[in-house]
């Protein structure tokens, strides 16, 4: 994935590094260059670090480094994975490191699951286009 608009961040060999900021405050992030322009389409990853304060997920813009800004968004830490939309609660599941974490958009559905298994499909339709958005909290985190 290619990395734009990078804040206290740094992007090599596809992952996304906070490097800078207040640790624990939401002051780093970055916005992918590639978007989903219409249809189906999704955000996979591997969670690595289980532990580590961080947010990613499909939005329509890149106004800061806030997790509000995220339509459709992971919570991710302390082996958690929290459905938030525009920073509210939905759903939340147990994470391991390894798991693939996925924000399908398919049918005009927006679901979340883990290694396959959705644990929550979203009420909200999604609006276009879609790009990766990320804030990232901990010094350190890493997606």
């Known amino acids: 994935m290619s990395w734009t608009s990078l804040v206290n961040a740094s992007a090599t060999s596809n992952q ?7 640790s624990g405050c939401p002051d780093a992030g970055a916005a992918s260059s590639q978007t989903i ?5 999704e955000l996979a990853f591997a969670a690595g670090d289980t ?3 961080r947010v990613i997920g499909l939005g329509t813009g890149n106004t800061g480094t806030g997790p509000d ?3 459709f968004g992971l919570r991710v830490q302390d082996g958690r994975a929290e459905v938030r939309e525009r ?3 939905k759903a939340e599941r ?3 490191a390894g798991d693939v974490l996925r924000v399908t958009v398919r049918g005009g559905t927006v679901s979340y699951s883990v290694n396959g298994s959705v644990f929550y ?7 276009y286009p879609l790009l990766v958005d990320t804030s990232l909290f901990d010094l350190g985190a890493t997606f």
């Not at 996304?16 to 207040?22: D, F, M, N, S, V």
């Not at 322009?37 to 389409?41: H, N, V």
């Not at 499909?121 to 609006?127: D, G, K, V």
Request: glycine content about 12%.
């Open 37 to 41: 322009a219409s249809g189906d389409g």
């Open 121 to 127: 499909t979203s009420s909200t339709p999604p609006s």
């Open 94 to 96: 147990a994470i391991a």
């Open 51 to 53: 532990h580590a304060l």
């Open 87 to 89: 920073g509210a609660y």
């Open 16 to 22: 996304l590094r906070k490097t800078a900021g207040c």
């Open 69 to 71: 800004e995220i339509r």
